[in-house]
């Protein structure tokens, strides 16, 4: 318990020292006078397991801070200690600042002792599940991730330029939590592992596709809401990949996104524009015939998204797509993950194995080795090294 740290807020200092002098060998203690300084402790000396704090505080009660608490500090568990032990004290503390326990002055220290430890049980037991939920989804995350590199190649190499674009363009408007928004860009592409070798290929090369063919590409962005929408935490990124091809009807404004709808709707806005511009610089556009192109088209992109992408910054996209330090000549023998692959790499027997452009991951790499102990493989090739 000795690692975990209480706070205790009160504005008697002798009752501070109190708590010291009590708890100094069961818990990493600090203290603070007042409600302001306790939300200070907290922002600079935090994450604290426990918070302790006396209702009867002048400027901040208890209730006003445990509720701030709660707000800046959702982990921490909240608790009261009070002399006024009357029912509405005891509701608004609850309703308010979602206390875990409501104790009253005089407390006796083994009481207290106990409750601490049963707060710092329920600390740990919160950020625990928190820490196992977030390492199974980001193992989730790249499980998928890898099984598009192997299974489709190429809408694994589209997904990686759509992520770059995207991110730019959210990090230019300063938009909060970038990382949703890119992990729908790098798993926008994964419905398409359901459509026959050489469609994704035609998309990008221009041939007209048959009505078929276009009807399976149309269905890929609900394939890949269905393949997401189960997994814990990626609900709003489904959604967005489900609505990626579509005009938007309102297009959200980068200040308005308080609300799960309109960040659903900003990233798949935001899924439109980078995937239509991949696209047209795909088919051999230049980006400012690819811009124009799309500006051409009112009503069919964010126009906010559309003016972030424009001005040069499409030019910087460009340039720092790969990451690149430099080109390699290199065997497979030499290749590893993160480098980018410069050339089509091919079998013996004439089967493309990697498309120009595609990041190098660890089923890519394990295959291509495979495939040159086995078969062999047209060697050397070309690749980029990323900073």
């Known amino acids: 318990m000795m690692s975990a740290k209480i706070l205790l807020v009160d504005d008697d200092p002798h009752v501070l020292r109190g708590y010291q002098r009590r708890l100094y060998d069961q818990f990493e203690i600090e203290t603070a006078p007042g409600g302001s300084e306790g939300l200070t402790a907290i922002e600079t000396g935090g994450p604290f397991a426990v918070v302790v704090a006396d209702m009867r505080m ?36 609850v309703n308010q600042g979602n206390i875990f326990r409501f104790l009253t002055k005089p407390c006796p220290t083994d009481v207290f002792i106990e409750a601490l430890r049963a707060g710092v049980k329920q600390y740990l037991l919160v950020t625990s599940e928190r820490e196992l ?12 991730i890898d099984v598009l590199s192997l299974a489709s190649p190429t809408a694994f190499t589209r997904a990686n330029r759509a992520t770059r674009i995207v991110g730019r363009i959210a990090n230019k408007l300063q938009l909060p939590n970038v990382w949703q928004f890119k992990l729908a860009a790098m798993l926008s592409q994964l419905g398409c592992i359901t459509l026959p070798a050489g469609v994704l290929d035609k998309i990008n090369s221009q041939p007209p596709l ?16 269905q393949l997401l929408v189960r997994i814990p935490r990626l609900k709003l ?13 309102n ?10 709808e309109d960040v659903v709707l900003m990233g798949a806005q935001l899924l439109k524009v980078a995937l239509d511009f991949d696209q047209h610089v795909s088919r051999g556009l230049s980006h400012h015939d690819a811009l124009a192109l799309m500006h051409a088209q009112p009503g069919t992109y964010n126009p906010i998204l559309l003016a972030a992408l424009d001005g040069g910054n499409a030019q910087e996209i460009s340039r720092e797509s790969g990451g690149a330090q430099e080109q390699l000549i290199i065997t497979v023998a030499e290749l590893k993950t993160g480098m980018v692959i410069e050339q089509d790499v091919w079998s013996k027997n004439g089967i493309m194995l990697v498309q120009k452009g595609q990041e190098v991951t660890l089923p890519v790499l394990m295959r291509l080795r495979n495939f040159a102990q086995g078969i062999g493989i047209e060697e050397p090739f070309l690749v980029k090294t990323q900073s």
């Open 133 to 144: 939920l977030e390492e199974t989804l980001n193992g989730s995350v790249k499980v998928l």
């Open 237 to 249: 990124i489904a959604r967005m990949i489900e609505q990626q091809q579509n005009p938007p009807a």
């Open 210 to 225: 048959t009505d078929a063919e276009q009807h399976m590409f149309d269905v890929h962005p609900s394939v890949g809401h």
């Open 251 to 260: 297009p959200v404004s980068p200040k308005n996104l308080a609300f799960e």
């Open 58 to 93: 002048p400027v901040m009660d208890g209730i006003q801070f445990l509720a701030r608490v709660r707000e800046i500090a959702p982990d921490t568990v909240r608790m009261m200690l009070t002399g006024n032990a009357d029912m509405q004290t005891a509701i608004d503390a």
